[in-house]
């Protein structure tokens, strides 16, 4: 054996003695690489698994193999984003160094004139969540340690509550129960939209007035438009609520109503969240410039995956807006909020109705407990398939 590679390896175990934030300095990451050995990419492909209880419920993740044969997952995935995974995504990224996150990044987002958003950018998001998986399992680190964390041992949620009643007196309930369990911060839904005139407007009100006075003074209470309102009823409705003082009106116009959100934000008088229909840090940068937004939510599955992610983290930070990312992936959501300072991401948010399903055929699931998610300890995401959950496989060429 050679010394100089067992000189390596003992460097290396006391690199992650020390702590992952060591593979931030260039030397020691190289150094880390050099030691697991080189990480090429063999193999990107879709596979879709069927459930063993149930024929008609499948799900689908992007697998990336390495030439040793480690299997970084990302996932599950949109079937509409199958086709540019398996025909256009795969072949530039097969062959390539598997640890060179910039040139995959870039050669994906060059790799079509139309990449800049909408579904081949979450397909590019796809493929960069499950290369930051592979990359923690052949360094045996978790991401969050490759990202520069962790910043803390458990990170804090807030409560999603898409697909509860929102009736005043069922959310007063549903509210209590959360919050005695330690949810004491929770984001509901407005059901009524201007079409649904005065009527809905008193019933959105209602539902503010109802979790406030439930709740009581120090619980962050935030409330999703869903981008369905227009100004004039969302400026009128931020003044309605006003006194009930909500921590967030998210997404009350569409998000490509830069207009819209520029008078808003002058009249509104409350702070407001956007950006998870947001794709990149381009598209972010427009709001960060004119002062848009309160807090930013752009979300890994959809923005560019966790390389992405991070980059718009640093760019608001330097703008003073917090990162609060949208959780359809909590995985990568996760490693990256933990990765960060608490002010520049203090929390990440959790779908309770919406995570059952998206982890379902996931051997490790992400449970909340009193308003805290601990952090993963296992190598890359932190999770497998759940093969005893698995009917068949099939592999989805596009
Ligand atoms: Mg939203």
């Avoid at 593979?23 to 050099?34: I, K, Q, S, V």
């Avoid at 499948?58 to 990302?74: D, F």
């Avoid at 649904?196 to 120090?218: M, T």
Wanted: hydrophobic share 40%; proline share 6%; glycine share 8%.
């Amino acid at each position: 054996m050679n010394p100089n590679s067992l000189t390596r390896r003992t460097l290396l175990r006391q690199t992650f003695a020390m702590g992952g934030w060591a593979l931030l300095n260039p030397f020691w990451r190289a150094l880390a690489a050099d030691a697991a050995g080189p990480l090429k990419v063999k193999q990107v492909r879709v596979i879709e698994l069927t459930d063993a209880a149930d024929p008609n419920h499948k799900s689908q993740y992007v697998e990336v193999i390495s030439e040793s044969g480690l299997v970084g997952l990302g996932g599950p995935i949109y079937p509409e984003q199958d086709f540019i995974i398996a025909k256009d995504l795969a072949p530039v990224i097969k062959g390539r160094d598997a640890m060179a996150y910039e040139a995959l990044w870039d050669a994906m987002k060059l790799s079509d004139r139309h990449s800049r958003a909408g579904l081949y950018m979450m397909a590019i998001s796809a493929v960069d969540i499950a290369l930051w998986d592979l990359r923690g399992k052949h360094l045996g680190r978790p991401v969050y340690e490759l990202l520069g964390g962790p910043t803390r041992s458990s990170v804090p949620i807030y409560g999603s509550m898409l697909g509860y009643d929102t009736a005043p007196e069922a959310a007063r309930k549903t509210a209590r129960d959360f919050y005695d369990r330690g949810f004491t911060a929770q984001k509901w839904f407005f059901e009524h939209a201007p079409a649904a005139g005065s009527d809905g407007f008193n019933k959105n009100v209602a539902l503010v007035r109802a979790l406030r006075e439930e709740l009581g003074p120090d619980a962050e209470i935030m409330f999703d438009c869903k981008w369905a309102w227009d100004v004039p009823y969302a400026v009128q409705f931020a003044k309605a609520v006003r006194e009930f003082n909500p921590k967030w009106l998210e997404e009350p116009v569409r998000s490509e109503n830069l207009d819209g959100y520029t008078a808003f934000k002058r009249d509104g008088g409350v702070p407001v969240a956007g950006g998870e229909h947001l794709y990149s840090r381009w598209e972010v940068k427009q709001y960060l410039d004119r002062g848009l937004l309160d807090y930013v939510q752009t979300d890994p599955e959809w923005c560019g995956g966790i390389t992405e992610l991070v980059k718009i983290c640093t760019m608001c930070e330097v703008h003073g807006v917090p990162v609060i990312p949208h959780g359809h992936h909590i995985w990568a959501s996760l490693h990256v909020v933990a990765s960060r300072s608490a002010r520049v991401c203090p929390m990440a948010e959790f779908l309770f109705h919406w995570m059952p399903e998206k982890q379902y055929f996931q051997d490790t699931i992400i449970t909340p407990d009193k308003g805290r998610i601990t952090l993963p300890t296992k190598p890359g995401l932190g999770f497998g398939i759940d093969d005893s959950k698995v009917a068949s496989r099939r592999e989805i060429k596009g």
